[in-house]
């Protein structure tokens, strides 16, 4: 049995409405192939490699969280993702700030990584602020490392963290945000240098954890959430070839 793009579409639409996506993302069926969907599977982004992978297994749709397209296309080749999407009929939905927002999207899955309780929204809906501990930012680090096989760097706090926020992805500009809201400590996965000395200058923690390792528990949600909502005929899997473009000594 096979489903149709746009019925994969519907699903994962409801669980992240494409209204809550900021003004200048790019979501939602970005490659259509043309072809029903009798497998899927789950990313966080949409690489050759994990394009390959997705032939190797029979895919015929791959859900990320990242846009295959995001700047505008003046040239495709046949190297290029799309171009490789298209010459092996694969389709790609992207889910992007609209699941960075949704309820149980990507920072509710975070928030949960990091015990956080009485989770607000700050950021533009895509963060999350509540309680944790008492604890501390190297604490933090180290739980990042443990759960979401980060290498993080950390500011410690000069005060115990129970108010504690978080913007996974590149979300070091909510600093400033998250401690007018009260946050002893702020994590994210990316932070320029002058974030780190407001923090240092401010007292308050702060952990950079790695884009990819904040986010990637997403496409393990995803899939979770695609194989409960579709018939159980269409096959979901999560992607292994998804992986960190760092290496780390």
């Known amino acids: 049995m096979a489903v149709s793009v746009q019925q994969v579409l519907s699903i994962l639409e409801k669980l992240a409405p494409p209204d809550l996506a900021c003004s200048w993302d790019n979501v939602g069926l970005l490659v259509d192939a043309g072809r029903p969907v009798r497998a899927v599977c789950t990313a966080l982004d949409t690489t050759p490699d994990v394009i390959q992978d997705a032939v190797n297994s029979g895919c015929d749709l791959i859900v990320s969280h990242h846009p295959v397209i995001f700047d505008p296309l003046?040239?495709?080749?046949?190297?290029?993702?799309a171009g490789m999407l298209l010459a092996n009929g694969i389709s790609a939905i992207c889910m992007h700030t609209n699941l960075d927002a949704a309820p149980g999207g990507v920072?509710?899955?975070?928030?949960?990584?990091l015990g956080m309780t009485d989770t607000q929204p700050f950021a533009e809906g895509c963060g999350r602020i509540g309680r944790v501990g008492p604890t501390t930012a190297e604490a933090l680090a180290r739980l990042c490392a443990d759960r979401l096989g980060a290498h993080p760097q950390y500011i410690e706090a000069d005060r115990p963290v129970t108010c504690l926020a978080e913007?996974?992805?590149?979300?070091?500009?909510?600093?400033?945000?998250?401690?007018?809201?009260?946050?002893d400590c702020f994590?994210?996965?990316?932070?320029a240098h002058h974030i780190a000395l407001a923090a240092r200058q401010l007292g308050v923690g702060l952990v950079v954890a790695g884009h990819?390792?904040?986010?990637?528990?997403i496409a393990r949600v995803l899939?979770?959430?695609l194989a409960a909502h579709l018939p159980d005929e269409v096959r979901v899997?999560?992607?292994?070839?998804?992986?960190?473009?760092?290496a780390y000594l």
């Open 212 to 217: 990819w390792a904040t986010e990637r528990p």
């Open 167 to 183: 913007v996974s992805g590149a979300g070091g500009s909510y600093l400033q945000e998250a401690v007018a809201l009260g946050a």
């Open 187 to 191: 994590v994210t996965g990316e932070a």
């Open 107 to 113: 920072n509710d899955t975070l928030s949960a990584v």
């Open 237 to 246: 899997t999560l992607s292994l070839a998804d992986r960190d473009p760092f």
């Open 223 to 225: 899939a979770e959430a």
């Open 74 to 81: 003046k040239r495709v080749t046949a190297r290029d993702p």
